[in-house]
């Protein structure tokens, strides 16, 4: 490690640094003219790379080659232009040391005051979906050693990852006499090693991906920001909302088109909202309207219909109670009925695919409703990563993506179940994979009719459901509860047959779970003397 040297000075935020000559290397050319043009216009003369330097010489700004500099020519395909002493010496080198401005005179090197460099576009290369080859070649290097080593002279110093840093740069020198403060210098080399970590991030995941490598030696996550939040859970914790550049659809690619800043709750229960209907299929692929509604990352009703206005209707009567203040999402395009009575009782956040014009006027009376627009759905069986923070580390592991065909699906009692039985079992299933555990849901024609969740015990996580069924009937009016006649399915074995008649107890028929226990045989023999159908899967889908 190199010792600290004694004759460097303390960083002074307040210290002005000019700025005379700027390199420039960028990917993203969107704003690289007028931007070149206004640097250009303020006295600073510009150094530039490839096709950087082609764009802005065919603008008649004036500007040199980096070869200009190095005497040494770009090669193999670009990968080789700027790792050279002429540009690493211009960034790194240290105006305040006698012996740093010695060796630059020596050596011809010109100091650089100012690197605007983006660096290639590998994130999008992987989300595009490229080839192997086209995602090493958009693995920067020289754009990595270049900004870090602008950063670590950051005394001196300023350097732009994108092009609203140079907007920065620009208020500031004009603020400044042409120079800029340690203060935006020492912000913008903060933002350069994040940015800097979570592409290398990017990368390493990716390596990882490619190799079938649950558990590489080292795991690193990266993420830009997206949304700085008021708080967090709660009013006293601090939050923000990063995306990981990975574009599945929902609430980080989603479109808002109304209604206040998300908080970071409805961002959490938006997410468990979307990822849940997503399990419906899309109705743009032929999937029937699925609606999905949550409260505190657990659904309190899903339904499945032929319309999305009667979807919404079972979705509600399941739990109207919890429903109050939740979050509503769907699985198609909303429409104006839909959107008129989900207006009726207040709501959170409405996330879907798209919406009609109509139903977006019927949202915007209601000005804290936010309404998310996503474009399409998420492919509940692409594989991805998610992670959990605990106490000095991090717990990570695949997205549960598992998925149950027909021809999985095991009949292990006398009796099985009915064409009705065995669609419900279906949707049950798919809705205990986002409930948290211990989890039991009780589903009727297509409904949740009762959910039980984050309990203890299987035992009482099947009474609440069914008590939930019961103050869902008082609130309707019905004679029964829904749960008579339904489907149940539990998110993991039944360790005993006590659960299991508790689901029988609540009216229920048919039931799915994955099975595995060692007392399967108990649970088996309390089913067949109940006349119930059961059914195992093979699969835990574990919440917790």
Request: hydrophobic residues 45%.
């Amino acid at each position: 490690m190199p010792a600290p040297n004694p004759d460097l000075p303390a960083f002074d935020p307040a210290r002005l640094a000019p700025v005379k000559r700027a390199l420039i290397s960028v990917s993203d050319k969107s704003r690289l003219l007028a931007q070149a043009a206004a640097l250009h216009e303020r006295g600073v003369k510009l150094v530039s790379t490839g096709g950087t330097h082609k764009a802005i010489a065919a603008a008649g700004i004036p500007v040199k080659d980096v070869t200009e500099l190095t005497k040494f020519p770009e090669m193999m395909d670009g990968r080789v232009k700027t790792l050279h002493p002429m540009v690493h010496g211009g960034l790194l080198g240290d105006r305040d040391l006698a012996s740093h401005k010695d060796a630059m005179h020596e050596h011809g090197i010109l100091s650089i005051d100012l690197l605007i460099v983006n660096l290639y576009p590998f994130e999008q290369a992987v989300a595009g979906g490229g080839s192997y080859e086209m995602c090493v070649e958009n693995i920067d290097i020289g754009g990595p050693a270049m900004i870090r080593a602008a950063a670590k002279n950051h005394a001196h110093v300023a350097v732009c990852t994108d092009a609203d840093d140079v907007d920065e740069v620009l208020a500031d020198m004009d603020a400044n006499g042409g120079q800029t403060t340690g203060t935006l210098r020492q912000k913008l080399a903060a933002k350069t090693y994040a940015r800097s970590a979570a592409y290398d991030a990017a990368i390493a995941n990716w390596f990882a991906a490619q190799l079938h490598d649950p558990a590489p030696a080292y795991r690193a996550q990266g993420g830009t920001l997206k949304q700085a939040l008021r708080y967090g859970e709660n009013p006293h914790q601090t939050a923000a909302f990063y995306s990981d550049g990975s574009h599945r659809p929902g609430v980080a690619t989603a479109e808002q088109l109304q209604g206040k800043a998300l908080s970071y709750n409805n961002i959490n229960d938006t997410d468990a909202a979307y990822e849940l209907v997503a399990e419906f299929g899309s109705v743009a692929v032929g999937a029937k309207p699925a609606v999905a509604i949550i409260k505190h990352a657990n659904p309190c009703g899903v339904a499945v219909a032929d319309d999305f206005i009667t979807a919404y209707q079972n979705a509600l009567a399941c739990d109207p109670v919890s429903a109050f203040g939740g979050i509503v999402a769907l699985n198609g395009n909303l429409d104006a009925k839909t959107a008129t009575e989900i207006v009726k009782v207040f709501t959170e956040v409405v996330i879907a695919p798209s919406a009609d014009p109509d139903a977006v006027e019927i949202f915007a009376q209601k000005k804290n409703l936010r309404l998310l627009i996503a474009g399409g759905l998420p492919d509940v069986k692409a594989p991805s990563m998610t992670q959990r923070n605990v106490a000095g580390g991090i717990l990570v592991q695949d997205r549960d993506n598992g998925y149950v065909a027909d021809s999985d699906l095991k009949v292990v009692t006398k009796r099985k179940p009915t064409d009705a039985e065995m669609a419900d079992l279906r949707m049950a299933w798919k809705v205990a994979k986002h409930v948290k555990s211990n989890a039991i849901i009780y589903v009727k024609d297509g409904s949740t009719a009762g959910i039980g969740a984050g309990q203890m015990s299987r035992i009482d996580s099947a009474r609440i459901a069914a008590r939930k069924a019961e103050d869902a009937q008082a609130a309707a009016g019905w004679d029964t509860p829904r749960t008579q006649g339904c489907a149940c399915a539990s998110d993991a074995f039944f360790p005993f047959a006590d659960g299991m008649l508790a689901a029988a107890s609540a009216g229920a028929t048919a039931i799915i779970q994955p099975g595995g226990s060692i007392r399967d045989d108990e649970v088996i023999a309390a089913a067949d003397a109940q006349d119930i159908a059961m059914v195992f899967t093979g699969m835990r889908h574990f919440r917790h």
